[in-house]
């Protein structure tokens, strides 16, 4: 069990893990409580028709609540799903990084024999499996609502957007270890996640409605999480290649940086 | 690459964090086997120097070697598992126990289980508990465990003992002498020179950045001398007539102290029963009294 970094950090953070598993479990399984709200009553349809254009870019076609598929896909993975990940991702990073460095464990755990790289990659590998692995708990939060229901499983639907989750998650939680372990700044570390977590929310969201902000909307990373079009179609390619381009160059960053810099 | 025999070496090397210049431009080689005292007041640069040994930081001019390999942050670890590591404020895993902990250090460096048991045997660590948990002693015993249990070549100790009790702090040194016989080099920082003179044979004095002096421990205690307090109705005059072999410490109207090498004794007696004062105190000169002088400290 303690005889990789990874699986010693999986186990460190095992709390981590299962207090957050609770929050996606419960945020997946209550959200999907409403849809019965959603679906039957006449109010949406009401909306549908009244709702102004510029508004209707803000919240997503009413339209969409009134299915399984789609509700799963605006109400909890447009939505909710990218904005948990990244706190979570910030939070994460943040503990992995800059918090070790500041108690003075990483000197201790620099001091083995370990090579930086092997360490940096170790401590990315369960970062990125505790988001997969919430991820897998969001999905299975998803099916008990929707068994709950007594409504149809949309399977295919539903491993799509946990595929395309688990993605954006892995790279979204990089962006802030990237620094935090190439810096080793906890200010440089926070000021740089919650712009892209917060700039994101806010270019995507009002790029809608707002003419000027759409030609910026290509700089928030929630514009390469398209979850309306898995849907109808397969992943966009062009998202994931640059989703994974950014995951590149922060890595590559992160590695160059941290292995030639002084640990305080 | 093996670079020469010395087991540490630091070639000029200097480390500057903005303006200011913690190390400066020094120069040292410890040979095999060698148990180095590494002493000075806090913020002579003693854990600065130790990190760029350790790798953790990257000298900003000059190289350090240990067992032939320069010393980087990219190329310190292929050393480290020849390397065993304890600093007094070294922070541990508080998630993990005592047992977990061990378990992954030999993971990464080693382990002899012969040695490890008769470590635990030895210092009868806590293994069950979250490290967190642990008092500072019961800490230490751990990363003593971990810096041992893989039988290093070199030893590198940053003021290992701080925060320890007594009988904590004499455990520790037992087994640092153990691994002295054993061959193991050592380099211990310490401000505690009672464990420096009883565990090392040879001292380096450092101050604002600079090695001071560098010298084996039986020559530096044999050149100490004796220092004597002269006690008397205007005994203060007498520091103007001292012989060239005395060393003024301190005077006032009635009392002087002063330092004089053990070979020049002799002759102070001779002078000095010629002189009237009330009451002498000689006594042998420690290495306490070496650091204050080095420091600009009162001595005793």
New interface residues.
């Given amino acids: 069990?303690?005889?990789?970094?990874l699986t010693?950090t999986l186990?460190?953070k095992r709390w981590f893990l299962a207090g957050w598993s609770v929050v996606f479990a419960v945020m997946t399984t209550l959200v999907l409580l409403f849809y019965p709200s959603f679906s039957e009553g006449p109010a949406i349809d009401e909306l549908t028709k009244t709702m102004p254009q510029q508004l209707r870019g803000l919240i997503g076609d009413p339209d969409q609540y009134k299915t399984i598929e789609g509700f799963i896909a605006s109400q909890i993975y447009d939505i909710r799903m990218p904005l948990l990940i990244m706190i979570m991702g910030l939070v994460l990073s943040v503990g992995l990084t800059v918090r070790e460095e500041e108690?003075?464990?990483l000197?201790?755990l620099?001091?083995?024999?370990?090579?930086?790289?092997r360490l940096l990659v170790e401590k990315w590998l369960a970062g990125s499996l505790i988001v997969i692995a919430l991820n897998l708990v969001a999905a299975a939060g998803t099916y008990v609502g929707v068994l709950a229901l007594g409504e149809p499983l949309p399977h295919e639907l539903i491993w799509r957007l946990m595929t395309l989750s688990s993605i954006f998650g892995i790279v979204a939680f990089s962006i802030p270890f990237s620094v935090g372990i190439g810096s080793g700044n906890r200010a440089a570390t926070m000021f740089i996640g919650l712009v892209v977590t917060v700039g994101s929310f806010l270019l995507t969201t009002f790029a809608k409605a707002v003419d000027w902000l759409k030609d910026w909307e290509v700089l928030s990373l929630v514009h390469y999480y398209d979850t309306q079009s898995l849907k109808s179609g397969d992943f966009s390619q062009a998202d994931i290649s640059v989703l994974l381009v950014v995951l590149l160059a922060v890595l590559t960053f992160a590695i160059i940086r941290f292995?030639?810099?002084?640990?305080a | 690459m093996r670079k020469g025999k010395s087991t540490i070496t630091l070639a000029n090397v200097t480390k500057r964090f903005g303006d200011f210049e913690a190390v400066s431009d020094v120069t040292l080689a410890v040979e095999p086997g060698q148990v180095v005292g590494f002493v000075g007041p806090n913020g002579a640069g003693k854990t600065t120097t130790i990190s760029m040994m350790?790798?953790?930081?990257?000298p900003s001019k000059g190289t350090v070697t240990v067992l032939g390999t320069n010393i980087?942050?990219?190329t310190?670890?292929?050393v480290?598992?020849s390397?065993g590591?304890v600093?007094g404020?070294?922070?541990?895993?508080g998630?993990?126990s005592g047992r977990?902990?061990l378990?992954?250090?030999a993971?990464?460096?080693g382990r002899i289980d012969e040695r490890f048991n008769s470590l635990v045997d030895k210092l009868q660590p806590v293994l069950h508990k979250p490290l967190k948990q642990l008092s500072r002693g019961n800490k230490q015993k751990i990363a003593l465990i971990a810096a041992l249990q893989h039988a290093p070549t070199v030893l590198i100790l940053d003021e290992p003992t701080s925060g320890l009790d007594p009988l904590m702090q004499d455990v520790f040194l037992d087994t640092v002498k153990d691994e002295s016989k054993r061959g193991t080099t050592v380099f211990m920082s310490s401000h505690i020179l009672s464990e420096v003179s009883s565990v090392c044979d040879r001292i380096v004095f450092m101050r604002a950045g600079k090695f001071i002096l560098d010298k084996p421990v039986r020559e530096l205690t044999s050149q100490l001398g004796k220092h004597i307090v002269i006690k008397g109705h205007d005994v203060g005059k007498l520091a103007k007539f001292l012989p060239d072999s005395a060393k003024l410490l301190y005077k006032n109207a009635n009392e002087i102290r002063l330092s004089i090498p053990s070979a020049n004794i002799k002759t102070f007696m001779r002078w000095i029963v010629t002189k009237e004062f009330d009451d002498i105190l000689i006594e042998d000169r420690d290495l306490d009294d070496v650091f204050h002088e080095l420091y600009g400290g009162k001595t005793k």
């Fill in positions: 069990m303690m005889r990789t970094l010693r186990y460190e108690t003075g464990e000197r201790t620099s001091a083995v024999k370990l090579s930086r790289t292995r030639s810099r002084d640990i | 350790m790798g953790f930081l990257k980087e942050p990219q310190s670890h292929s480290h598992g390397i590591y600093a404020d070294m922070v541990l895993p998630a993990l977990q902990f378990a992954f250090s993971a990464r460096n």
